[in-house]
C-alpha cells in the first residue's frame, strides 16, 4: 500500500514539473536561431551567381547541399538529444550554426578567388546543416520534455510557429542588410542570430529526457515511417510555393507574388495558435487526413486559379491545410517509440521533410518545364491527396 502511495506521489510531482505551454525560452531561443537560416536564403544565391559568377546549377547545388548535411545528420543529433537532453544538442547546433556564418563572412573578404570563395561557401553550407540538425532536434525535443508527452502536439505547433515566422521574417531582414550595406554585414547577422539563440538556451531551465534502452537510428525510422512518409507528401506543397510561385505569377502577369507567403504564412499560424492542441486531444491521424485534403484543395485552387486573388486564396488554404500536419502525425509517431528514443523519432521524422525539399524542387522543375508552371501545383495537390490516402490506411499504435 504504501509503496502505492509513493508511486502515486512521484507520478503527481513529475507532472508539476510538466508546463501548460512551452518554456518561452525554448520557443523564443528556436527562433532566433533558425533566422539563421532564413537570413543567407536570398543572399548566398546572389552572391554565388553575380559575384562569383557561377551558373544557376552551382547556385542550386549549394542552396541544396544544406539539406543534405542535414537529413545526414539528424541520426546523430538524434542520439545526441536522447542521451545528454535538448538543451545540449540546442546549444552545440548553435554553436555550428555560428561557425557556419563566420565561414560566410571569410568567403566575402575581397581578394579571394571565386574557386576559394565558392569551396568557403560550400563547407559553411555544410556546417549549417549540421548544425540545423542538432537545434531544431534539439529545441523540438527539449520543448516537448518541457510540457509532457500529454501535450506534444501543442509543443510541435509552437515550434513551427517559431521556426516558419524565422524563415519568413530572416530571408526578407536578409535580403535589406545585403541591399543596404552589402554582404559581410547579411553574414555577420549569420553569426549573431544563433549566438543569440545560444545565450538565450543557456539561460533557460534543462528538462530531463526519460532514461531507457536506446533503438538503433535505423530501426526508430522502421517504427514512424508511415508518418514520416506522410509529412513528407505534404511538403511537396509548400516546396512548390516557395520555388516556383514567383515564376508563376510573372507567367501570368500578375504582380503580387510577394503575397503569397504572406497568404499562406496567415492559414498556418492562425491554424496553429487557434487549434494547435486539437492533435493532443483526438486522433492526431484524423487531424492530418483533413489537413492534407485541406491541402489538396488549396493546390489545386492555385493549379486552375484563373485570377490572382483565386492564386492567393489558394495559398491561404494551402497554409490552413498544412498547419497541423507535422503535429498531427508527429504525436502518432512518437507513440511508436519508447520514451527515451523520443529525440531520435523527432531527428527522424523530419529527416522525411528534408527530403521532401531536397527532391521535390527538381522533380516540379521538370514539370514545369514540360507543362508549365501551373501544373507544378496539380502534382502538390497529387501529392497531398497520396498522403491522405495514406494516412487513411495507417492504424494508431498503442499509446
Given at each position: 500500500?504504501?509503496?502505492?502511495?509513493?508511486?502515486?506521489?512521484?507520478q503527481?510531482?513529475?507532472?508539476?514539473?510538466f508546463l501548460?505551454r512551452?518554456?518561452?525560452?525554448?520557443?523564443?531561443?528556436?527562433?532566433?536561431?533558425?533566422?539563421?537560416?532564413?537570413?543567407?536564403?536570398?543572399?548566398i544565391?546572389?552572391?554565388v551567381?553575380?559575384?562569383?559568377?557561377?551558373?544557376?546549377?552551382?547556385?542550386g547545388?549549394?542552396?541544396?547541399?544544406?539539406?543534405?548535411?542535414?537529413?545526414?545528420?539528424?541520426?546523430?543529433?538524434?542520439?545526441?538529444?536522447?542521451?545528454?537532453?535538448g538543451?545540449?544538442s540546442?546549444?552545440?547546433?548553435?554553436?555550428?550554426?555560428?561557425?557556419?556564418?563566420?565561414?560566410?563572412?571569410v568567403?566575402?573578404i575581397?581578394?579571394?578567388?571565386?574557386?576559394?570563395?565558392?569551396a568557403?561557401?560550400?563547407?559553411?553550407?555544410?556546417?549549417?546543416?549540421?548544425g540545423?540538425?542538432?537545434?531544431?532536434?534539439?529545441?523540438?525535443?527539449?520543448?516537448?520534455?518541457?510540457?509532457?508527452?500529454?501535450?506534444?502536439?501543442?509543443?510541435?505547433?509552437?515550434?513551427?510557429?517559431?521556426?516558419?515566422?524565422?524563415?519568413?521574417?530572416?530571408?526578407?531582414?536578409?535580403?535589406?542588410?545585403?541591399q543596404?550595406?552589402?554582404?559581410?554585414?547579411?553574414?555577420?547577422?549569420?553569426?549573431?542570430?544563433?549566438?543569440t539563440?545560444a545565450?538565450?538556451?543557456f539561460r533557460?531551465?534543462?528538462?530531463?529526457?526519460?532514461?531507457?534502452?536506446?533503438?538503433?537510428?535505423?530501426?526508430?525510422?522502421?517504427?514512424?515511417?508511415?508518418?514520416?512518409?506522410?509529412?513528407?507528401?505534404?511538403?511537396?506543397?509548400?516546396?512548390?510555393l516557395?520555388?516556383?510561385?514567383?515564376?508563376?505569377?510573372a507567367?501570368?502577369?500578375?504582380d503580387n507574388?510577394?503575397?503569397v507567403?504572406?497568404?499562406f504564412?496567415v492559414?498556418?499560424?492562425?491554424?496553429?495558435?487557434?487549434?494547435?492542441?486539437?492533435?493532443?486531444?483526438?486522433?492526431?491521424?484524423?487531424?492530418?487526413?483533413w489537413?492534407?485534403?485541406?491541402?489538396?484543395?488549396?493546390?489545386?485552387?492555385?493549379?486552375?486559379?484563373?485570377?490572382?486573388?483565386?492564386?492567393?486564396?489558394?495559398?491561404?488554404?494551402?497554409?490552413l491545410?498544412?498547419?497541423?500536419?507535422?503535429?498531427?502525425l508527429?504525436?502518432?509517431?512518437?507513440?511508436?517509440?519508447?520514451?527515451?528514443?523520443r529525440?531520435?523519432?523527432?531527428?527522424?521524422?523530419?529527416?522525411f521533410l528534408d527530403?521532401?525539399?531536397?527532391?521535390?524542387?527538381p522533380?516540379?522543375?521538370?514539370i514545369?518545364?514540360?507543362?508549365?508552371?501551373?501544373?507544378?501545383?496539380?502534382?502538390?495537390?497529387?501529392?497531398a491527396?497520396?498522403?491522405?490516402?495514406l494516412?487513411?490506411?495507417?492504424?494508431?499504435?498503442?499509446?
Open positions: 500500500m504504501s509503496a502505492l502511495t509513493v508511486n502515486r506521489a512521484d503527481v510531482d513529475i507532472a508539476r514539473q501548460s512551452p518554456a518561452p525560452g525554448i520557443i523564443a531561443a528556436l527562433f532566433c536561431g533558425y533566422l539563421a537560416v532564413g537570413l543567407p536564403l536570398p543572399v544565391p546572389l552572391f551567381h553575380d559575384k562569383l559568377g557561377f551558373s544557376t546549377f552551382v547556385v547545388l549549394v542552396i541544396g547541399i544544406q539539406f543534405l548535411a542535414t537529413v545526414l545528420t539528424r541520426g546523430y543529433a538524434g542520439r545526441l538529444t536522447d542521451q545528454h537532453g538543451k545540449r540546442a546549444l552545440q547546433g548553435a554553436a555550428v550554426s555560428a561557425l557556419a556564418g563566420l565561414l560566410y563572412l568567403a566575402a575581397p581578394g579571394l578567388s571565386p574557386t576559394v570563395s565558392l568557403i561557401i560550400v563547407v559553411g553550407r555544410v556546417a549549417a546543416g549540421l540545423e540538425s542538432q537545434f531544431v532536434t534539439g529545441c523540438v525535443s527539449w520543448s516537448i520534455a518541457s510540457v509532457g508527452p500529454g501535450r506534444a502536439g501543442m509543443s510541435m505547433s509552437w515550434t513551427g510557429i517559431a521556426m516558419f515566422a524565422a524563415l519568413a521574417v530572416g530571408a526578407p531582414i536578409g535580403m535589406l542588410l545585403f543596404l550595406y552589402g554582404l559581410e554585414t547579411a553574414m555577420i547577422a549569420c553569426v549573431v542570430a544563433p549566438l539563440a545565450a538565450i538556451a533557460t531551465r534543462s528538462y530531463a529526457t526519460p532514461a531507457g534502452p536506446r533503438l538503433p537510428f535505423t530501426r526508430v525510422i522502421g517504427q514512424i515511417w508511415r508518418e514520416g512518409l506522410g509529412l513528407m507528401l505534404q511538403g511537396v506543397g509548400l516546396s512548390g516557395t520555388a516556383f510561385a514567383s515564376l508563376y505569377f507567367a501570368r502577369h500578375w507574388s510577394g503575397l507567403m504572406t497568404a504564412g492559414g498556418f499560424i492562425v491554424v496553429r495558435v487557434v487549434l494547435g492542441h486539437v492533435p493532443d486531444r483526438t486522433s492526431g491521424y484524423r487531424v492530418a487526413l489537413s492534407l485534403v485541406i491541402e489538396a484543395i488549396g493546390q489545386a485552387m492555385i493549379w486552375l486559379a484563373p485570377t490572382e486573388a483565386v492564386a492567393l486564396s489558394g495559398a491561404l488554404v494551402t497554409g491545410g498544412c498547419a497541423l500536419i507535422f503535429p498531427g508527429g504525436v502518432e509517431a512518437l507513440k511508436r517509440v519508447p520514451p527515451a528514443n529525440g531520435s523519432a523527432m531527428g527522424a521524422f523530419v529527416a527530403v521532401a525539399y531536397g527532391i521535390s524542387g522533380i516540379a522543375g521538370v514545369a518545364g514540360e507543362f508549365g508552371y501551373a501544373a507544378v501545383y496539380l502534382f502538390g495537390a497529387g501529392c491527396l497520396a498522403g491522405a490516402a494516412v487513411l490506411s495507417v492504424r494508431s499504435p498503442k499509446s
